[in-house]
């Protein structure tokens, strides 16, 4: 069983920044992928960003050059520090925990409102 303890969200106007944080705890894998994805109002959960372990980066086009993906693998914690933010961005982000040695291992975060408006 593996926990998810996110923090970060709120309210920021378009062009500020954000970062959102994301804590794993019980049966950690030490090969694994972390990552933030979002879902909007009627729309479906799609992928920000993610970071293997061994620190390999995945980015949505639609945040490249703005979000920047992390990790300390000795907190198991994930971080998303999120710059130059559009109202696009609002969405409900989730952190995603997924085992890369053991299959089925798949853990989602509560998430965490971002709402980017004036």
């Known amino acids: 069983q593996v926990q998810l303890m996110e923090s970060g969200g709120g309210l920021v106007q378009p062009g500020g920044s954000l970062r959102l944080s994301c804590a794993a705890s019980g049966s950690i894998d030490s090969i694994n992928l972390m990552g933030w994805y979002r879902q909007a109002p009627g729309k479906q959960r799609e992928l920000a960003a993610s970071i293997i372990s061994d620190g390999g980066t995945n980015y949505a086009d639609s945040v490249k050059g703005r979000f920047t993906i992390s990790r300390d693998n000795a907190k198991n914690t994930v971080y998303l520090q999120m710059n130059s933010l559009k109202p696009d961005d609002t969405a409900v982000y989730y952190c995603?925990?997924?085992?890369?040695?053991?299959?089925?291992?798949?853990?989602w975060g509560q998430g965490t409102q971002v709402t980017v408006s004036s």
């Open positions: 995603r925990y997924r085992s890369l040695m053991r299959r089925d291992l798949n853990y």
